[in-house]
């Protein structure tokens, strides 16, 4: 039940933060309560489907110094994520440079659903790889790159390790 009420909340913020007012009105800031009322439903809605599936502790979203390593974490992805694109974009530009195709597993040290999940997506958008599989168990992500040398596979696993010591501190 904790979980769905998290969830709730923070899709509510979500929503009150994308959808308030940037205008104020002579009289002060004005409050849409058709919007108000919208927004507690669809948080209600998607609270009631996914609560469950959000997260196994609650009481982590009350820890701010989370918040700021995610703060942290944002720069960094961003970072990486313009990077990969550029050399993506490089490399559809120059169809006959040679690729090595190849599938390589990263070893992790994250154990939380959530954390595994946010390393396995980050690692598609910001390195030149898609996520195959994640093997929980043996704390292992099978990736397919374009182009997988032995000192581009090492790259890759300094990425990961550098996301893995951020996202093991804001989900773990």
């Known amino acids: 039940m904790k979980n769905k009420i998290v969830l709730f909340l923070l899709v509510f913020l979500i929503w009150c933060a994308l959808d308030w007012p940037l205008a104020s009105s ?52 961003v970072w990486e994520c313009l990077k990969a694109n550029i050399f993506i974009a490089l490399r559809l530009m120059r169809p006959k440079v040679p690729m090595a195709p190849g599938i390589i597993k ?12 946010y390393l396995a997506n980050t690692l598609t958008m910001a390195r030149e790889v898609i996520t195959i ?12 790159g374009i182009d997988i040398k032995k000192n581009n596979e090492t790259e890759i696993e300094k990425k990961a390790q550098k996301f893995e010591i951020v996202l093991k501190k804001i989900f773990e």
């Open 26 to 77: 002579p009289t002060g800031l004005t409050i849409d309560f058709q919007k108000v009322v919208v927004g507690l439903i669809v948080a209600a809605i998607i609270a009631f489907i996914a609560g469950d599936l959000f997260t196994n502790q609650p009481k982590l979203f009350l820890q701010p110094k989370r918040y700021l390593w995610l703060l942290c974490y944002i720069p960094i992805f």
């Open 106 to 117: 990263i070893k992790t040290s994250l154990k939380t659903d959530v954390a595994l999940t």
């Open 133 to 144: 599989d994640i093997d929980k168990e043996n704390s292992l992500i099978y990736l397919h």
